[in-house]
């Protein structure tokens, strides 16, 4: 039973063009979701997050959107850039509950 | 600042036998979470610790088990291996609250 739904595993994106990963989730008690950021041999790396009574959280080239009523949220990267060549997890938790909810992770991938 | 390390890398074990992961957590931080990620997942929450107790468990049999040590670094304590526990074994820590959660690089555990 996966709450938290990352149904694209790739994505490639001409160097430049905007990134845009997605994410859908089942609970309706998570209040709070982070992107996490991992290359191959390192651990997750925290990336940017958002509070549910926000519907968009924006840091740099990294935008989050939040979309309640559709239990749906987004990662956008503008402009996108090879370093961003990655595989990006979509993670959800609920306030008081210390565990993170993570997806499977989407790879992306930043073509010259 | 230190960030959170694991050890060892990796390591190679038989069906049946039983492992030790190890964690130090990053410097200031008192809680520590420890995940499974296996091939094609997402990281899986196993369980919590704060103030050297439980504080938080998933969906994990008893035979996973772990400690916290007076210096906040942790232990993952894996008895009677299966074959399904080939993974990659992620430590994670934060303050007590905090949303944050800041991982180490992982553990690789092959069970053969």
């Known amino acids: 039973d996966q709450q938290v739904k990352q149904n694209s595993p790739s994505l490639s994106v001409q160097e430049g063009r905007i990134s845009i990963l997605n994410c859908d989730y089942t609970?309706?008690?998570?209040?709070?979701f982070l992107w996490y950021k991992k290359y191959p041999a390192e651990g997750p790396t925290f990336l940017i997050s958002i509070s549910s009574i926000k519907d968009k959280n924006e840091d740099g080239r990294f935008t989050v959107f939040l979309n309640k009523s559709a239990k749906h949220l987004s990662l956008h990267i503008v402009p996108s850039q090879p370093g961003d060549s990655a595989v990006y997890f979509c993670a959800a938790s609920v306030t008081g509950d210390d565990k993170i909810i993570f997806g499977k992770g989407t790879r992306l991938h930043i073509l010259p | 600042e230190t960030g959170v390390t694991q050890s060892p890398t990796h390591l190679i074990k038989t069906r049946g036998q039983q492992v030790t992961l190890r964690c130090s957590s990053q410097?200031?931080?008192?809680?520590v979470s420890w995940y499974q990620q296996a091939l094609g997942q997402g990281p899986q929450f196993i369980f919590q610790y704060y103030r050297e107790e439980e504080n938080g468990r998933g969906n994990f049999p008893p035979r996973f088990s772990g400690l916290q040590f007076p210096n906040y670094s942790s232990e993952l304590n894996v008895n009677a291996l299966e074959l399904d526990d080939s993974a990659l074994y992620l430590c994670?820590?934060?303050?007590?609250?905090?949303?944050?959660?800041?991982f180490g690089p992982g553990t690789r555990l092959t069970v053969t």
């Open positions: 609970n309706s008690m998570f209040d709070y």
């Open positions: 410097s200031g931080h008192n809680t």
């Open positions: 994670a820590s934060s303050l007590a609250g905090g949303r944050g959660q800041y």
